[in-house]
Every structure is written in structure tokens, then in C-alpha cells.
């Protein structure tokens, strides 16, 4: 179908949401939520029919399925995002010229957001609670996984904007065919920015055929490091619930990287793993002392297509490294620059660590399960960017908002 009559009417209500007052969209927001909360029912109904199409052993499983506590969370996080403080008509920067010329520098927003991604129809309360906070319109391209999921709370949402009298394409779902992903990437002159979420192949295909900006978000290959001054006790439980606690997330462990020195503590750091029943893929040195000390049918020897590889499933790469720069060099080379860690007591190592890993989240002495936007005091999250241009980390409110110049004169001209 030719999108470019949908494009036409979700640019004229992106306008009018500039005469939208912040009392009003949080009155919206917390509609929404409540909505959510009364229909959970239908859309645990509509969302149980996408995971029927699905084999429960994909691990995109987890991500499609709602639950009535996943929607309670949901709801939740939106009226976190009402509660924030508009992200609009802050000024960033003023100053007044010698000529008189008054210039303010403030925040505005995108204008319309296109937002691309696979089997999580959480991202569609997610996306729209973010969006209309920052003045947003957004066009939503959802994967066919979570095609019955994805209508049912677009429906939902567009009750709540038709009851306050609000132009209902400040949120559109496209169909869920290729051609529509084809319109959406090229929407030049109706879609300001492309935000695609979803795997690495996801993401590399946007990129590539995308015309219109784009910010990358989502494919996470994370890694933690035990350094040789680390806490074995604070290892064991920081590295089982980076892998284990959902891992069909971003910010799940792939890799655990061990100095050598304490190639003895291994067995012990890994231990909770086997409760979860997760394939450990171990080098050389770290095989030798797994054997025998973890499953044997969960023990695999690593090969060179063990690391560099966001698992998104209860599995784990370990590698041993003879020295801090060699750990350095390893999560370098295979990071995609969303989230790392180590573990030490060493303050200078640590230091070390912040100044020399390249990634948009990294940390100390804790999981990397904390990358998420609500986590960060974000109210909610559009996705996590791991690239440096505009946005890097969790994007939130203030990541979806651009500026521009207010000059304010009296009669001056410029010789």
C-alpha cells in the first residue's frame, strides 16, 4: 500500500501536538495506563495468539509475551513518564549580543519519530508515553511477530486520544509488510528520525537503507570483567544475574572474562549458571578448570564464533586473559559499545576500566542489567543508543528532543 497519505496526516497532527499543554498530555499519559491496566484481559488474549505463531524455544519467546505484571510494569512506567518534568521550551543556553539581540537557545521536539522493531509490543506503550511527553508524533513499525499484540494497544491508546479530543495518528502502526518498512526508511520530508530496536541484523539492515537520520539502539554483546583484585562473592551473584535474570534482553552477560590469576575462583563464579541451566562455551584454561566442577552437558569448548555474539539465551562465553590490557583489548574488539563491566577492589583499576572501555553504560561491582531507562531514573526508555552522535545510553525524554535559536530583536539590522 502507498504509506504517503498516513505520513501526510501523522505530520499535520505532529503541528498541532505544539499546542499541546504538558497538564494535558500527563492527564493523557495516566489515562493510558489506566486503560492498559482495565483491558489487560483482551490484550493478554490478543498477545496469546502472536506467541501461538511462535516456537517457545525461540528466544524471542520471552520478549512477546506480556504478562498481567508486565503490563502493571508497563503502566507503571508510564505514569513515571507523567510525572517527569517536560523536556520542552527549556532553555539551554542564552545570551544577550552587544548589539542588543536577545538569542536563547531551546529544546523542541523531533517533530515525527519512526520507530522500527521486532517481537516486543511493550516498545508500542513505551514509544508513544516517550513521544507525546517530548511533543513527538510517532510511526510505528512493529514486526508481524506481535502483529495482534501491537493493534490492540494502538487501539487502546487511540480510545484514550479520541476522549481528549487529540488528532489519534500522533500514533500509527504501519501494516507489518516489507514494502511499508521500504516507505517508512525513505519517508523524507514526514519522518524526522528513525530509531530502530531490535537484533544486530535488524539494526544493519535500517542503516544501510535508510535515507533519513537514523540512531542505532538495541544490540548489546556485553561483557564482564574479573579483574585479578575482584570479589569473588560479589562476582557470583553479579554474573549470574546479568545472564540469567532475563536473557532475552540488550543488557544480558555474553561474556565473562577472567584474569588468569584467579582462574581458580572460576567454578565458584559460575556456579549459580547451572541452577539455569546455562552452556557455558569456555577457552582452553577455562575449560580445564570447569571440568569436572560444572554439568558436563552444559561445558562446551569455545571456538572463534564464541565471542562477539549477543546470545539472547541461557548461554555464556568465558575468556581468560593474562592481564588488564589484554581484557581491554578482548572486549574492544568485540563489544558493540552498549554495556561493560568489571569486578575489583582495586580503585585504580576501575578508573583504568571507565577511561579505557569504549561503551555507553559502563560499570563496577554490578550487573549490567541496570542499562534501562527506568532504571536510570529515565521514567522509560525508546531504546539504548550505541552510538555518540545526539544520543548515546538509555534514550529518553531529553534524547528525543532537538533545539533550535530564539532571537529576539528591536529594529536592528546587520551592516
Known sequence: MDCTPIFEKVLAASRKLNLL???????????????AIASTALILAENAKDLARMDIGDPKYDRLKLTEQRIADI?????????????????????ERPNGLKIQKISVPFGVIGIIYEARPNVTFDVFSLCLKSGNACVLKG???????????TEIIRDVLKQFNIDEHVLTLLPAGREETAQLLNAQGYVDLIIPRGSQSLIDFVRKNASIPVIETG??????YFDEYGDKNKAQAIVNNAKTRRVSVCNAL????IDEKRIADLPFIVELWANSNVVVYADDKAYKVLDGKYPAQLLEHANDESFGIEFLDYKASVKTVSS?????????????????????ENPERIALFYKMVDASSVYSNTSTAYTDGAQFGLGAEIG???????ARGPMALEELTSYKYIIE???QIRP
Open 21 to 35: 499543554d504538558n497538564n494535558t498530555i500527563n492527564q493523557v499519559l495516566n489515562a493510558v495506563a489506566d486503560k
Open 75 to 95: 503502566a507503571a512506567d508510564m505514569r513515571n513518564v507523567a510525572s517527569l518534568p517536560s523536556p520542552l521550551g527549556r532553555v539551554l543556553s542564552e545570551n
Open 143 to 153: 514486526g508481524s511477530d506481535a502483529i495482534d499484540s501491537n493493534t490492540i494497544i
Open 219 to 224: 544490540a548489546g554483546i556485553c561483557h564482564t
Open 254 to 257: 555474553d561474556c565473562l572474562v
Open 324 to 344: 588488564f590490557n589484554e581484557a581491554i583489548e578482548h572486549i574492544s574488539k568485540f563489544s558493540s559499545k552498549h554495556s561493560e563491566a568489571i569486578i575489583s
Open 384 to 390: 539504548i543508543s550505541t552510538q555518540k552522535l545526539h
Open 409 to 411: 530583536g528591536n529594529g
